[in-house]
């Protein structure tokens, strides 16, 4: 008997934590389905890994969306360098032929060469490592709830704390927005991270630019355009081409970005809304290794 009573007894408290945990307040975590945005892969065996000079083989390239972004057709360009002029029938450049569909299981195919093949002479074999590189409109959005008061006693949401809800897919993502209260202004604090394995840039660089290693475009890594949306006057510090500026909306770099506003003794809560626009810049690598028979 006193073994079912603590069976009901366990079943009870197990259900009631269960409750509490559906109902109950608890911390917030970000939702984010992915870090990146255009993923890129060479076809098996296009090109192989070992090739006899003379012989022709061709260079094919996969590309899909794993982010929460279309991209449109011939917005994307893809740069295959390090081959030289020793390989004959290869494309140094393509773009995508399709919209590329945000959170496709589909990839498009590129070709880069159908017949490429290695003409210049040699004794024994030699190596060839060549880099493909991508570079591609994207952008991500965040939101958070912030709390508007006078005192760091809020009573409609928990002043302290992470107050970002959600972030689209891709790879720079708001990782951090905070509240805090100097004298009588209220400051909301930023936090912009790049989460892939590329580089951030404006987004009005030029992709051309940036492969030929031009010094005015690659002065643009590292910054991207923002746009704050929310019911309140936020003042926020940011930048333009030629220097600083306040506003919602403008130019700002990877890292912290500060807001602020003159509180009132109102108490509510309001959503915020914060879009970063780039130019996104990866790059994979592979090998070929040219023989004489």
Known sequence: MQSKNKLFFLVILAMSILILGVNGCGTQTPTTSTITGLEMSFVKDAPPVSVVAGQEFPIYVEVINKGGEIVNKGSAKFYLSGLGQNFENVKSSAVNDKTLLKESIFPEKLVFAEKAKFTFPIQDFAVFPFVLTSCYDYSSRAQGTLCIS????????????????????????????????????????????????????????????????DFAESQKQGKLNIKITTRDDFICRLQTSTGQTEGLEGIVPIGKVLCEKDISKSDYSSIITVEMRYKYRDSISQSINVNTA
């Not at 959600?166 to 708001?174: H, K």
Request: proline share 2%.
């Open 150 to 213: 006078a005192s760091n006693e809020s009573t409609v949401c928990k002043f302290s704390g992470e107050k970002v809800t959600s972030n689209t897919a891709g790879p720079v993502q708001l990782t951090s927005i905070t509240e805090s209260i100097v004298k009588n202004k209220l400051i909301v604090s930023f936090d912009i991270t790049n989460k892939g394995k590329g580089q951030v840039y404006l987004q009005d660089v030029n992709c051309d630019k940036l492969e030929t290693r």
